[in-house]
């Protein structure tokens, strides 16, 4: 009884700061209706009443651009590959290189420790949960149960 004493008041406890969390705001962080409909008005006054003339010489169209390029002029040049053969000392650098690249990984992986560790706090619930009833074993579970007691006694 007493463990659904403690569920009852967490969930009421849960539920209540639940619900003044999401309680209306102050109304100081928002402005009054009065005030936009005023700031409207005001802007609309200090509108002008007639657009300005277009002036016609500021965007005049360009002369088309005709003609041929050789389609091999805007290929540029491809640079020269220098092929380096890989020779034995290169080789043993590649190597030496990869594998202290993966030491250093392994290394910060065991550093990880406590802080990289996280914990689900629905699991912890449901840990929490399951040690505050027994577990209520089902009718098969029953069954079988005395028909290996019985098995043992025979």
Known sequence: MSHLFYILSFTLLLVTTT?????P???KRHMKTDSLKSDYEEWLRNEPLRS?????????PME????????LEQIPERPKVNINIITPALRTDMRLAYQSHWLEERRKEQQGGAMMTGVNPISLIGY??????????SKR????????????NY
């Open 19 to 23: 619900c003044c969390a999401q309680g």
């Open 25 to 27: 705001d102050d109304d």
């Open 52 to 60: 300005t003339p277009h002036d016609s010489q500021t965007i005049t």
């Open 64 to 71: 088309p651009h005709i003609s041929t390029i050789n389609p």
């Open 128 to 137: 929490f949960i399951s040690k505050l009833f027994p577990h209520r074993k």
């Open 141 to 152: 579970e029953r069954e079988h149960e005395k028909l290996k007691q019985i098995l043992d």
